[in-house]
């Protein structure tokens, strides 16, 4: 007979009724915990008029605004358009390197944090799962604030000086993060899993590595697709906060074009409504795409 306190995954034992393990019943998510895609749901949801208001609003502000200034809304989207190579080349292109070496740190760095979780040694265990609750449940931009004031900005290996660009460091501390999230991603993906090809595996005497990286994981990719690309979005999103910081992206390089051309109040919504127009664009296929992929991967039962 089975000893009482063994563990038994997707088993749960009732001491008042019987000391046999009884089986769950198997509960599947289609792509990791809805929360995963609560923000490409937002993106997505939002109705087309609320769009056209918006656009509107941002149209007709700054004429009512630059009607009572010499400096004209022509002025304005002609200084814009001077400046576009600057602002497009040097500043958002900026922003994507940014949000891909990030996503690429903080989705290695997760992965192996989230199989950490599921590991069988405690020790191990119990360190990914204080280290994913402690990065997924910190402010963002206080980690950026902590690893660019404690990273040093260059490093001495015997002769040899390497220097560390500001944007960087803004990588490592987006990736903080985004570890965090991808570890618990990974881990929710893992567990969905019915326990049937678990005991499956074990019957073929295959290895715990084997088990997880031949049977579980292959599983488990569509399944982190989607809410790895929503994550994604909301880092792309995300990357214009390291401008507090002297990163020269597209908002700290719109406010150096601002100022070049004397700091005209008028001069603030094209500027940052460009971005926003860049941002919104480049995000939001992103979204649409992730609750297609969703649905595409989605466990029917």
């Known amino acids: 007979m089975l000893k009482r306190f063994q563990k038994i995954p997707g088993a749960s034992s009732f001491t008042k009724q019987t000391d046999l393990p009884v089986l769950l019943p198997y509960q599947a998510n289609s792509s990791g915990h809805p929360v995963d895609l609560r923000f490409s749901r937002w993106l997505t949801s939002s109705s087309p008029w609320l769009m056209i208001v918006l656009f509107l609003f941002v149209s007709l502000y700054p004429i009512v605004v630059m009607a009572q200034s010499k400096f004209t809304i022509e002025d304005a989207f002609y200084t814009l358009w001077r400046w576009l190579p600057f602002v497009v080349g040097s500043g958002f292109v900026m922003n994507l390197l940014i949000s891909f070496f990030t996503m690429l740190i903080g989705t290695t760095t997760g992965i192996m944090l989230g199989l950490g979780q599921i590991s069988l040694l405690s020790p191990v265990r119990k360190i990914s799962w204080f280290t994913t609750q402690l990065f997924r449940n910190s402010p963002w931009l206080v980690l950026l604030f902590i690893v660019m004031l404690t990273f040093p900005f260059e490093i001495e290996i015997g002769e040899r000086i390497i220097s560390i660009p500001d944007w960087m460091k803004a990588v490592f501390g987006l990736s903080l993060p985004i570890m965090a999230n991808i570890s618990e991603v990974v881990r929710g993906a893992v567990q969905s899993v019915p326990t049937g090809q678990w005991e499956a595996s074990e019957s073929l005497a295959f290895s715990r590595t084997q088990t997880i990286w031949k049977i579980i994981l292959p599983q488990c990719f569509k399944r982190m697709i989607p809410p790895w690309m929503n994550w994604y979005a909301i880092l792309t999103m995300a990357t214009p906060l390291v401008s507090l910081l002297g990163v020269e992206e597209i908002v700290t390089l719109s406010r150096q074009a601002?100022?070049?051309?004397?700091?005209?109040?008028?001069?603030?919504?094209?500027?940052?409504?460009?971005?926003?127009?860049?941002?919104?664009?480049?995000?939001?296929?992103?979204a649409r795409w992730t609750l297609k992929l969703e649905e595409r991967y989605s466990v029917k039962l």
Do not use: K, Q, T
């Open 258 to 286: 601002m100022e070049a051309e004397d700091n005209h109040p008028e001069l603030l919504i094209p500027f940052f409504g460009f971005a926003l127009f860049l941002f919104f664009i480049y995000c939001y296929p992103i």
